[in-house]
């Protein structure tokens, strides 16, 4: 493996790379009005893995070859290693900063990349929902490691673009990943539960009340009474079928659907 420098590597194309791509909604959008289309779901098959949606801001830890790492949105590099100032948008990299420190002392051969949802204080307007006094949380909900990055590096931007939206990145399976959480001491997003494709709820009632069953309030709270939660990932164990459940998508249709009352 060629050596890796952070101080000469193209970071636009390092963002690209690192990006966390959309995951679709359980049942599809409607492109016409945005609403959710009561025939078209997701299709899973065999065991399905249930986790908290957090409401928060997607958040990324790059750990590079070089032992450097860098801190990032979901969209751009806010930080990295050795910086002076750092960008201070949503407060993500006070929130990451000591973590991404510890672990690059695990670098590899390879660029491993942590997604975490950063949530509490003032991140989103859901804030109020984990915290009254405004703490700052965040919660392991996937890996990346990318081990052959060297070619992609010098892939062009729509290249890599594609790759990673057309599911090109190797994310950690389900073991891996609580794995890797427990051996770094990271508190992941919680499992609620793991259920057969087959029990998974089709139409939109049904789906609404199974968020509301698996899910009363959320799990993360940070500090006094835990309000609403955002919603249910759900994943299949080796993360090749994943898909996001809102509460606010369904309660939206429930109210076109009642003529917006």
């Known amino acids: 493996m060629p050596n890796f420098d952070l101080r000469t590597a193209d970071l636009r194309v390092l963002n690209s790379l690192t990006k966390y791509p959309s995951i679709p909604t359980y049942h599809a959008l409607d492109p016409r009005d945005g609403g959710l289309r009561e025939d078209e779901v997701v299709g899973f098959t065999g065991a399905v893995t249930l986790t908290e949606k957090v409401d928060g801001t997607n958040s990324r830890i790059i750990v590079t070859p070089d032992g450097g790492y860098l801190i990032g949105s979901r969209e751009e590099l806010l930080y990295a290693r050795g910086d002076l100032i750092g960008n201070p948008a949503l407060g993500i990299v006070d929130a990451l ?3 991404a420190e510890r672990l690059r002392a695990e670098a590899g051969d390879g660029i491993t990349v942590w997604y975490f949802e950063v949530y509490g204080g003032k991140v989103t307007g859901a804030s109020k ?13 996937d890996v990346v490691e990318l081990d052959g990055y060297a070619d992609l590096l010098e892939l062009p931007a729509e290249r890599i673009a594609a790759w990673r939206d ?18 770094h001491d990271l508190a992941a997003v919680p499992r609620l539960a793991t259920v057969d494709a087959t029990e998974l709820p089709r139409d939109l009632d049904k789906t609404y009340a199974f968020l509301a069953d698996r899910l009363p309030h959320t799990l993360v ?15 299949t164990a080796d993360r090749s079928v994943i898909a996001k459940a809102r509460f606010q998508d369904y309660e939206r ?5 009642s003529g917006g009352r």
């Open 129 to 141: 929902q984990y915290t009254g006094s405004r703490r700052v949380g965040q919660r392991l909900f």
């Open 166 to 183: 057309g599911g090109g990145q190797p994310f950690l399976d389900e073991s891996a990943l609580l794995d890797r959480a427990r051996a």
């Open 253 to 257: 249709a429930r109210r076109r659907r």
């Open 221 to 235: 709270a940070l500090d006094g009474t835990p309000g609403r939660s955002e919603g249910l990932v759900l994943r």
């Open 97 to 99: 900063r000591e973590l």
